[in-house]
Structures are given as C-alpha cells and as structure tokens.
C-alpha cells in the first residue's frame, strides 16, 4: 500500500457512524458495484452543509438517491432538493429509496437529460452538487452560474478522473478522451472565471469548492 492509500485509509478509520439508513445504503450500493461518493466526500459534504447551512439544493446525478439522501440528512429542515437523472434503472431505484427514506418530502426527482433539464430551472440554489456524467460539465457551465447568486457554493466531484487528468491527452486510453479534454476545459473556466473564487482540493477523486462573488 502506497502513502497515499495509508493515509486515506486512515482518515477513513477516523470517521463517526453514520445514520443507519445510510450504512445500508452504501453496503447495498458496494454490494452491486453502484458508483456512490466516496467516504472522504460524505464527510466534505456534511461539513459544508453544516458550515454553508442551503435552502436549497441542486444534484447534478442523483443515481440510486444515496447523496441526495445523505445531504438532507444534514440540511437544515424545511431545505428543498432537487436531484436530476437520466438512466432508468438508476431513477427506478432512486424513487424506491426517496420512498423509503424521504418521509419528509424535501426531495424532488427530475428525469432526463440534466443538459437540458437545468436549462428550464429558475433558482436560485444555495448549494450545487456536480456528480453526474463528467463530460458534461462544461456543457452546463453557464447554466449552472445563471442559477447561483452571490455567496452560493458550488462542489464538483470527481474532478481528478483517478488521476488520469494529470496526463498527456495522449497518455489516457482513447475512449476517456473526450472527457479528459472536457474536464480541463470546466477546470480552467472555472478557475479562471472572476465571478468565482474556486479552489481545487485532493478529496477522494478530487473535488472543486467554488464560491459565486
């Protein structure tokens, strides 16, 4: 095991239990091989949550419905979630879960393309959680700014392509290509981008905290 397997493994040794549920949720998901966020997240999320205190909510990638779930967990009450995804099975399983554990009924499930989907939204978001297809991001770029006013975060997740970013166009395999162009694309614009002030943190797959200004 490399250092940096000890040390993110170690800090994963540190971290409280969460809510039942949520366990259960994510031994499920491991069990099928579903793509969740991963721990160092949950714990990112839940602390910006808390610090950050959102209204209002938008997941770009609901999945089976486990972030969205995870983050009302420690929303404030009364916080409304808006979660969008385009495949099938993935929104069947989300709905299923949103029923089991959404008692509350803070979270609403859009299903379609998010690139056109968020097109038709008003805002404005406190907190928006990019976690769907990577290739996309830039896509929804300018989108996903109209609907955030001063002071509102942006997270988006996996930014790092488990370090495939850090190469050569080149040295990644030719299907990951596209992407790989497309996410150096959103993290320039991004970064470079005076309406917001974005830092670019080593969290599990790497991760982009962006404040609008």
Known sequence: MNSEARIESYIESLD???????????????????????????DFLRTMILIHRPMSILEIGTAIGF?????????PDGCGITTIENYAPRISEAKENFARFDTSGQITLLEGDATELIRELTGPYDLIFMDGP???YINMYDDVKRLQQTGGLLISDNILQDGDILESRYA?????????????EYLYQ????NDYSTSILPVADGATLSVRI
């Open 16 to 42: 409280r239990p969460e809510p039942e549920y949520i366990e259960r949720l994510a031994a499920e998901a491991r069990t099928a091989r579903i793509p969740i966020i991963r721990p160092a997240m949950m």
């Open 67 to 75: 972030s969205a779930l995870y983050m009302r967990e420690y929303a």
């Open 134 to 136: 990577k290739g996309q």
């Open 172 to 184: 990644v395999t030719r299907r990951d290509r596209t992407i790989h162009t497309r996410m150096r």
């Open 190 to 193: 991004l970064t470079h981008d």
